[in-house]
Every structure is written in structure tokens, then in C-alpha cells.
């Protein structure tokens, strides 16, 4: 077994193997005695050592917790209850900022992943691990308690982020699946200590969800340190040929690409080369804190806890009155102008010259004489009222709109004169002479 292969083991075998041994012990226990309804039950504690700046992965596996809710109602069914967990720091709604958790589907097994740093060092973690069942809902609990080691020989100096696009951050998960890019880095890189340090997936880093056609995938960030400096190989993307390539957004020539494009597509333009060794780190100086106790005045004394009244009735007449009194001014000076400045019929007579009132009083009586007239005068009635008759035959023809007369036979248009000037066309006698 190789470098890599026990690495892996150590990240995953321990927790994995417990998990496998815990679950065979409880299904014996299961098949010696009857099967009885569990709301709620809390397992012994489970201890896992990961190191510090290593990757830690965890498998809740859904086996391990299937023996813990009553089986199918009909007897010999396999059970397959959909079941899903919730992880959180114990005594917080939430888990840890450095340690994450995935399940795909009710039916798949849940991972808890993370990279602890040296803060965590010596601070036990109990992470409480609830197993919903939905089918039954019925749940099971059980404490995870991570102890996180420091070593010496992590965090490696030199480390390098690989973007992957055809991954899923659970599929990279997989040991098998790590363990075969570790070893592709591996042969590129040619370290002689090999780790993967985390595993982010895209969509944390602001990646849109793919769409579910052509079998996209979402994307993972891997992040892997080693102990010697960078190879030829991975500094090639910092070429300007491959910068020129990346800033318009085609895929750079990498050399050494051949060796993953078999299983991982990466995306060179996305490679982050960091050496800790020239990272300047940045210390944030703050100050002591102190007694509690100010030297100057003396001790701070708080409020009481009983408040004193306050009359808010002048606070009232000040916020009511002031606007009821702008208002009442403004209301007084527009009737004044309004009422009291009117000047009227009379007065406006008075002040107006007697040639000036005798000539508009002579206008008014004129108009008002023509009006009379007006209403007087003989009017002609419209030629749609007045009888026509026929200019061939002489006949005459009732008006156009009597009221028991149908208008929908008749012509639009009619020959029509006035009955006053009418003159009666003489007709020709077959003798040949005119009658008037």
C-alpha cells in the first residue's frame, strides 16, 4: 500500500470501520429479541481523531441506523425507509464553521467533511447526529465527538486548489475516487508526502445549480498540499500564452493534462498555487481588555429598573396648538379678503362714470330687443316636412317622415321646394296641347 493509500486510510478507515463493527453488533442484538417501537433513542458516544489541516470525512450510513426503527408491516420485505439526518454542535443550532454536511437523496448516505485548523487543536467537538425516519417518523440519536490532533508535519507548505467540473462534491468524497486523483497529483507533482486538505463544492463558492440535462455536475474545488515546490508542469498555467488564453476564455495547453482527462476535466484556468512559506500573515492588534472598572469616574452604575412618570400632557398641547393655531390665523385672513374686500354691484356703480353706465345700459337693451325679435320673426319649416310631388306625373307625394308613413320604400333623396314658390308643372295631352 502506498503513501497515499495509507493516508486515506487514516482519514476515513477508522470512523468507517467503527461504523461497520457498531452495526453488526446492534443487528445481532436485534435478532434476539423482539422489535419494539422507539421514538427516541440516544447511542453511546462515538470518538474520531482527525488532524489538523487534513482533510476529515464521515460517513453516516443509513444501515447503521435502520435496526433502530421498526421493520415493514409485511414480513420478509426488504426495508428501504427514506431516512434523513440533521447535524449540529451540541448545544447550537448549527455546526461548526469548518465542518460541512451533504446528503443527496433521503435514500443515500450523509457526509460530514471538513478541514479543522490549528484553533480547533484540543477542543473536543461533540456533533449530535439525528436520524429522521420518514416513513415512520421516529427518530435516533447519536453523539459524534471529534477530537482534532496537531502534528508537526501539517499544514504542508505548498498547496495547490483544482477546480473539477464533471464532480460532485459527494462523488470526490468517495475514497476511491480521492484516492485516484491523489494519485494522478501524484505522478504530476512528485512529492514525497501527498494530502488532500479540503473539499469545497462549487455551489459555496457561488456557482449557479446545473441544469439536469447531459448529465452536469456541479463542480468541486480540491485543495492538496505537498512538501516540494511546484512542478514544471502545474506552473505552466502562469505562462502569458496561458494567460492570454484564460483571459479569453479558452482552454489553456497544459502538458501534463492527458494524465487526468481520463476521469477528472479540470479547469487550469482556475488552479490556485499557494506557498505559505511567503504568505505574510496579517495580525489583528487589539487591545487588552481590562477590569471592567473605569479609573477616572469609578464604577458604572446602571439605570434603575423602575423608570420615572412623565406627564406628556404639554407635549400634547404643544404638537396639537401650534398647528391649530397656524391654521385659525390663515382661516381669519383669507375670510377677511374674501368677504370684507368685496367691493359689489353698488359700489362698483358708485365709482363707475354716469356716460360710462349709460352707454353699457343702451348695449344691454339693444341685446335684449334683438332677442325678442329673434323669437318673433317667421322661420320656414325644413324641407323634410313639407309635401314634394313628382316631376313627371305632377302627383303630389305626402312628406318624408309622417308618422304613420313607412320610410324604408322611400328614396334617400327627394326633389323638394318650398309650398309658397311651388308652380305646378303642366302635363302633356295626347292632343298635343297645354293646359295650365
Not at 74 to 92: A, C, H, V
Not at 256 to 276: E, P
Not at 343 to 369: A, C, F, W, Y
Amino acid at each position: 500500500m502506498d503513501s497515499v493509500g495509507v493516508l486515506l486510510w487514516l482519514i476515513l478507515g477508522h470512523s468507517q470501520v467503527q461504523a461497520l463493527g457498531d452495526s453488526t453488533q446492534r443487528s445481532a442484538t436485534h435478532r434476539g429479541a423482539p422489535v419494539v417501537t422507539i421514538v427516541s433513542r440516544s447511542h453511546a458516544d462515538r470518538n474520531v481523531y482527525p488532524s489538523a489541516g487534513v482533510l476529515f470525512v464521515h460517513v453516516l450510513e443509513r444501515e447503521y441506523f435502520k435496526g433502530e426503527f421498526p421493520p415493514y408491516p409485511k414480513p420478509g420485505d426488504t426495508s428501504n425507509d427514506p431516512i434523513t439526518f440533521n447535524t449540529n454542535l451540541k448545544g447550537y443550532p448549527d455546526r461548526p464553521g469548518w465542518l460541512r454536511y451533504i446528503q443527496r437523496t433521503p435514500h443515500s448516505d450523509g457526509v460530514l467533511y471538513g478541514s479543522p485548523t490549528a484553533e480547533h487543536v484540543g477542543k473536543p467537538t461533540i456533533i449530535e447526529i439525528t436520524a429522521y425516519n420518514r416513513r415512520t417518523f421516529e427518530t435516533a440519536r447519536h453523539n459524534l465527538v471529534i477530537n482534532i490532533m496537531g502534528t508537526e508535519e501539517f499544514p504542508l507548505p505548498y498547496q495547490a486548489e483544482f477546480y473539477i467540473k464533471n464532480m460532485n462534491v459527494e462523488e470526490m468524497l468517495a475514497s476511491e475516487v480521492l484516492g485516484d486523483f491523489l494519485g494522478a497529483v501524484k505522478n504530476v507533482w512528485q512529492p514525497e508526502r501527498l494530502n488532500a486538505i479540503n473539499i469545497t463544492s462549487a455551489l459555496d463558492r457561488g456557482g449557479r445549480v446545473p441544469l439536469p440535462i447531459n448529465n452536469l455536475k456541479e463542480g468541486v474545488y480540491v485543495m492538496v498540499g505537498a512538501d516540494v515546490q511546484f512542478s514544471s508542469c502545474l506552473r505552466e498555467v502562469e505562462t502569458p500564452q496561458n494567460q492570454l488564453r484564460c483571459s479569453q476564455e479558452m482552454e489553456p495547453v497544459i502538458s501534463c493534462d492527458k494524465k487526468f482527462r481520463a476521469q477528472f476535466h479540470i479547469d487550469w484556468c482556475k488552479i490556485s498555487l499557494v506557498d505559505i512559506t511567503k504568505v505574510v500573515p496579517v495580525h489583528n492588534s487589539r487591545p487588552d481588555p481590562g477590569t471592567g472598572v473605569l479609573p477616572d469616574i469609578g464604577e458604572y452604575n446602571p439605570p434603575s429598573e423602575s423608570l420615572k412618570s412623565r406627564d406628556y400632557f404639554t407635549d400634547f398641547l404643544v404638537t396639537l396648538a401650534v398647528p391649530s393655531a397656524v391654521a385659525l390665523v390663515l382661516f381669519v385672513i383669507l375670510g377677511y379678503s374674501m368677504c370684507c374686500r368685496r367691493e359689489g354691484v353698488e359700489k362698483r356703480n358708485m365709482q363707475t362714470p354716469d356716460i360710462q353706465l349709460v352707454h353699457h345700459s343702451s348695449i344691454q337693451k339693444s341685446t335684449k330687443e334683438l332677442r325678442s325679435m329673434s323669437k318673433n320673426r317667421e322661420i320656414s319649416w325644413p324641407l323634410s316636412t313639407l309635401p314634394v310631388f313628382n316631376p313627371v306625373s305632377g302627383e303630389v307625394v305626402p312628406p318624408i317622415h309622417p308618422d304613420n308613413y313607412e320610410t324604408t320604400s322611400m328614396p334617400l333623396m327627394q326633389t323638394q321646394t318650398n309650398l309658397q314658390n311651388q308652380i305646378q308643372i303642366p302635363q302633356q295631352q295626347p292632343s298635343g296641347k297645354w293646359y295650365s
